[in-house]
């Protein structure tokens, strides 16, 4: 089924407003929390077609064929611009157990980028600002997050040192000491995006999301922005997150013998049991750019605003910040030649 | 960017103000004469700055080294003595050097103060050459190359000509101008430096800091279940530490209360 979000009020299109945190109307401003709109209101067709294994599905508001592939679970509609939500995707045996909605509106996303290129020492200053091939789009990534059991046993020859002067001797004592630590801890939900698309490191480096903001999942939220069900089970992604959750156990092992000034690890024992994996929808923003005909890619933490991406360098700021470098460097390292020759200041 | 403007800016904020006490000593003029900025004009023994002890000099030399030793004082800013001596008492020239100086009362600006000792010791048959005050940090290094220039005059006998190339060599170390030379070294290194910043301001590693091994930790079901701590052996070096300077190679420098002093004696002639 494809759904559409009407409003209550004045049949309009109702999309969910990431600054207001609210659903609201785009012609009569009516507004509401995501959890009280009555689905009845919901505008749902089935509009779906089989053919040769291919599904498609047509726009209920204007009918005409929605691109969408396998994954598709929420688009627009780029011939009317409806928001639309593919409910299929988002069935009962699959169904999303959590969502992060967004926090920054297309605008907000657009100024908070302009800004962190500016930032960039050796971004060129036309970047961004020229007119040229762009697409920004709000995607609600699958994740699966992950809850982990851990143990870890480590062994480690550890050494404290001790410096002390007697008479015109400085003695140093090297004390080692053969070291055990076995700790449990629990780990939860350490993130694994499970879309095929979002490139892995990125998306880990767009991380902390915070959870404080975890919802229900709602497919109101959906309204609006793109969404795709996951592409990897659970199952499929736990290889990724394991050595996560493993390296995060013996770090804080490790760390326990903080109190020793050399610390030689020489054999863990690690093992980390999942207990738990949670299907939720982390916002991102994907700003693309066409700039001298090379395309970027800048990705966004839709919650915090944290922003990943390589921004092209330009040859002439790299100079501009050489130069000053080294006319600083070259300053003062006169300055210290000649003092240095004259002894002193005066 | 913003983060480099303000760092850049406070950078050169600082170079600027040490630039200042550089730019005044290579443009100042030549100082005030000895007797005039003496502290303690009494304290003044003598005018002459000569001694020819040793008489390996002639009047007219000795005259022609007096005159010139005065008008470099002036204008280099530290007393200059010329000494002769032959006398088989002279156990050490470098504690000769100083009580000479001391005893006389030379210096610059007061009583034992800046100024330079050259001594040729016609006994030990080595010249001496020994810094007070502010000219032991200001030619201290220049000692050992200054006795070295004038090595081959005083292998020849041309005394007066050592003394005139030892006050030809203090002038060239003390001209303000002449450590201007220096910057060029300054120059590769300093591409070098430069180039070594940008690099690494161009490759940053991005390395994800916002999480760690507690960001996803539940802190109430931590726990340490175990921990043993054996001790094995305990191993004790030991070095000794020097005390004090060191001991130059052809002389030795030390410095003691007020006033500091250093000395190299040259080779042998």
């Known amino acids: ?346 | 960017m913003k983060s480099f403007r303000i760092t850049m800016s406070v950078i050169y904020g600082v170079l600027l103000l040490l630039t200042i006490p550089a730019l005044i000593k290579l443009t100042s003029s030549p100082q005030e004469p000895v007797s005039s900025v003496r502290n303690n004009k009494n304290l003044i023994v003598t005018e002459q700055r000569v001694f020819d002890d040793a008489d390996i000099l002639s009047d007219s030399e000795e005259k022609a080294l007096e005159k010139k030793a005065k008008e470099l004082a002036k204008k280099r800013s530290l007393d200059i003595v010329l000494v002769t001596v032959n006398d088989e008492n002279v156990n050490s020239p470098v504690d000769y050097t100083r009580n000479f100086y001391y005893t006389h009362d030379f210096g610059y600006e007061d009583s034992k103060g800046t100024g330079v000792l050259y001594m040729i010791d016609m006994y030990n048959r080595v010249p001496v050459a020994s810094t007070f005050g502010k000219a032991n940090q200001s030619m201290g290094n220049a000692r050992d190359s200054i006795l070295e220039a004038s090595h081959d005059d005083l292998a020849s006998g041309d005394y007066y000509d050592a003394f005139d190339v030892m006050l030809d060599e203090t002038d060239k170390t003390l001209n303000p101008a002449s450590a201007l030379g220096k910057i060029l070294i300054v120059l590769p290194v300093s591409l070098v430096g430069a180039g070594i910043i940008l690099l690494m301001l161009l490759f940053k590693p991005n390395v994800n800091t916002d999480v760690n091994a507690n960001t996803y930790l539940d802190a109430d079901q931590y726990d340490l279940v175990e921990e043993k701590d054996n001790y094995i052996n305990t191993i004790r070096t030991s070095r000794t530490i020097s005390a004090g300077g060191s001991t130059g190679s052809s002389g030795r420098s030390g410095g003691g209360g007020s006033s500091s002093f250093g000395s190299s004696v040259g080779r042998k002639f």
Not at chain 1, 25 to 51: F, G, P, V
Request: hydrophobic share 35%; aromatic share 14%.
């Open chain 1, 1 to 346: 089924m494809v759904l559409i979000y009407k409003c209550p009020t004045c049949g309009g299109v109702m999309t969910y407003n990431a600054q207001k945190q609210l659903l609201e109307c785009s012609h009569c401003q009516t507004s509401m929390a995501a959890d009280e709109y009555d689905i009845s209101d919901l505008r749902a067709e089935e509009n779906k077609t089989e053919e040769f294994n291919i599904t498609s599905y047509r726009c209920p508001s204007c009918g005409a064929e929605l691109i969408t592939d396998d994954y598709t679970a929420a688009t627009t509609c780029s011939y009317c611009g409806s928001p639309t939500i593919i409910n299929d995707r988002l069935s009962e045996e699959n169904a999303p157990d959590l969502i992060i909605p967004f926090k920054f509106n297309k605008a907000a996303t657009l100024e908070k980028l302009k800004h962190w290129c500016r930032n960039g020492l050796f971004t060129p200053s036309d970047f961004l600002s020229q007119n040229s091939l762009k697409k920004l789009s709000g995607i609600y990534v699958p994740f699966w997050l992950y809850d982990f059991d851990t143990h870890c046993s480590m062994n480690a020859k550890c050494s404290k040192v001790r410096t002390y002067i007697q008479g015109d001797k400085e003695y140093t004592e090297t004390s080692y000491y053969e070291v055990y630590r076995e700790t449990v801890a629990s780990y939860e939900k350490i993130p694994a995006d499970a879309s095929e698309k979002m490139e892995d490191n990125i998306m880990d480096a767009l991380e902390p999301f915070y959870y404080l903001d975890l919802e229900d999942f709602d497919m109101a939220y959906f309204s609006g922005y793109s969404a795709e069900k996951y592409n990897f089970t659970a199952e499929d992604m736990i290889a990724r997150v394991v050595p996560r959750a493993k390296g995060y156990a013996e770090s804080i092992t490790r760390n326990t013998m903080r109190d020793y000034d050399s610390i030689n690890v020489t054999s863990a024992d690690t093992d980390a049991k999942m207990t738990k994996a949670t299907y939720a929808f982390l916002p991102v923003w994907r700003y693309a750019y066409r700039y001298k005909g090379i395309d970027y890619i800048f990705s966004m933490n839709g919650q915090t605003g944290k922003i990943i991406g390589k921004p092209p360098k330009s040859a002439s700021k790299i100079f501009i910040v050489f130069l000053f470098l080294f006319l600083a460097v070259f300053w003062g390292g006169s300055l210290l030649a000649l003092y240095l020759s004259w002894g002193g200041v005066f």
